[in-house]
């Protein structure tokens, strides 16, 4: 990036929410933008570039990541996102085949990309969070993350629960690979342990524990907290090939 990059990418994003949030989805109004689909794909792409930058500025001159003129881009775009795909829920609710098809694969189709992307910045910012932290006396803990990025992983959970197998699949690993990581750590009582090594263990755990809770569940807040139906409908489906399944190795065993 040059020192005016970081700018642009702000007023690109700003520019991709005003346009979306001006002219409203509808079956009408897509069927009527030659292209659209491919549009939406290329603001994907613009989503996922944020990120990234987001994730090289950790190191460089361009801010720590956090504080970067990227970040900013990609809080606007995300919660350009979250209002696309809350009036495209709406749409699919109020539309048939085959444009709900086309819309449903659509939505499908950019949620592992976006999220995947996310959750490789959150884990190098989570690295450059311990390490900023060594060097503040000051630094305040991990407690204040959900308070501070609530309304970011919002935003992300509604993209992600679009795909939530591969989604929840892709998060489930980090958790796994740092869970092991851990556990070999502690597991060389004879050596000492890293204690950098383990508060980026720690620290990184607590984000992919954070970024689930957001995917798995809505705030209480004011209501009684309701089962995402996107989650719902995921785990009838895995219900459903687990039974099938079941019945199929029934039916092999009988004809033996």
């Known amino acids: 990036m040059n020192d005016g990059s970081g700018d642009e990418l702000i007023v690109i994003a700003d520019i991709i929410k005003r346009t979306l949030s001006t002219h409203s ?3 009408s109004c897509i069927s009527q933008i030659p292209d659209f689909f491919k549009f939406m794909s290329t603001i994907a792409n613009f989503t996922i570039f944020t990120i990234t930058c987001v994730k090289k500025a950790v190191g460089s001159n361009f801010g720590d990541g956090e504080e970067c003129p990227a970040m900013l881009a990609t809080n606007i775009i995300l919660e350009m996102w979250a209002s696309f795909v ?3 829920n709406a749409l699919l609710q109020s539309s048939s085949p085959p444009f709900t098809t086309a819309l449903r694969s659509f939505l499908q189709s950019l949620a592992l990309p976006i999220f995947s992307a996310y959750l490789d910045m959150r884990l190098v910012l989570a690295a450059q969070q311990v390490v900023s932290n060594n060097d503040d006396e000051n630094a305040m803990g991990g407690g ?3 308070l501070n990025y609530g309304d970011q992983l919002d935003c ?3 993209i ?4 939530p197998k591969s989604c929840c699949g892709l998060l489930r690993g980090y958790i796994e690979e740092c869970a092991e990581k851990l556990e070999s750590l502690f597991g060389n009582r004879g050596s000492s342990v ?3 090594t383990r508060s980026i263990l720690l620290e990184r755990i607590h984000w992919l524990i954070l970024i689930s809770e957001h995917i798995l569940a809505d705030s209480g807040d004011g ?3 309701m089962i995402p139906e996107s989650l719902l409908e ?4 895995t219900s459903y090939a687990l039974v099938s399944k079941f019945y199929l190795i029934r039916i092999v065993d009988a004809r033996k």
């Open 194 to 196: 890293d204690e950098t």
């Open 234 to 237: 995921a785990s009838v489906r």
């Open 156 to 158: 992300l959970n509604l």
């Open 25 to 27: 989805v509808s079956g």
């Open 160 to 163: 992600a629960r679009w795909d």
């Open 223 to 225: 209501e009684v907290p």
């Open 86 to 88: 809350d009036q495209a």
């Open 144 to 146: 204040e993350d959900d």
